[in-house]
């Protein structure tokens, strides 16, 4: 249950985070404050989950194959996956973490510090306009950075993998 001072703190940010001001710096800014904070907390802490809920997306570069990690807002999707999307703060170009998985969508999630393998699935067309009002009701606005990207953002629902 979200608390009345984080959906406080959410309705105040959230116009912040729609500015041009916010939308250059923070692609720059945001990533090397979320690794340092999780290289202090040992991964149990993240600033971005102070506002909403956060996790940390491990996937293969799609052309390099080397391990890459992304700070990401998540909203659940009400049937115990995550659905995840790919804004990149209204860039005119798809988050890089979107090819990882559209190329492998094996992948694995941590929050507060614990990893879990996930596969990840594109949201199909009919799933979408649900899937943006669940994160809207989360992050009032969020779905302006599509309109402002001028391009679809990649929607992902993220399922747990069993073990073994």
């Not at 979107?98 to 949201?123: F, K, M």
């Amino acid at each position: 249950m979200v608390s009345i001072v984080a959906r406080r703190l959410r309705s105040l940010v959230a116009p912040l985070t729609r500015t041009r001001a916010f939308r250059r710096w923070a692609p720059r800014a945001m990533p090397p404050v979320e690794r340092a904070l999780a290289l202090v907390t040992r991964g149990r802490f993240q600033l971005s989950a102070v506002l909403v809920p956060s996790l940390v997306l491990h996937t293969r570069g799609a052309r390099s194959g080397n391990l890459r990690q992304t700070y990401l807002m998540y909203t659940p999707d009400g049937a115990g996956g995550l659905i995840v999307a790919g804004t990149a703060f209204a860039q005119d170009r798809h988050p890089a973490w979107t090819y990882n998985l559209l190329a492998d969508p094996e992948a694995s999630v941590s929050i507060a510090g614990r990893r879990t393998r996930v596969r990840a699935t594109p949201l199909r067309p009919d799933e979408r306009d649900a899937a943006w009002e669940r994160i809207e009701a989360q992050w009032p606005g969020y779905r302006a950075y599509e309109r402002d990207s001028g391009r679809e953002v990649r929607l992902f629902r993220l399922r747990r993998v069993p073990p073994g």
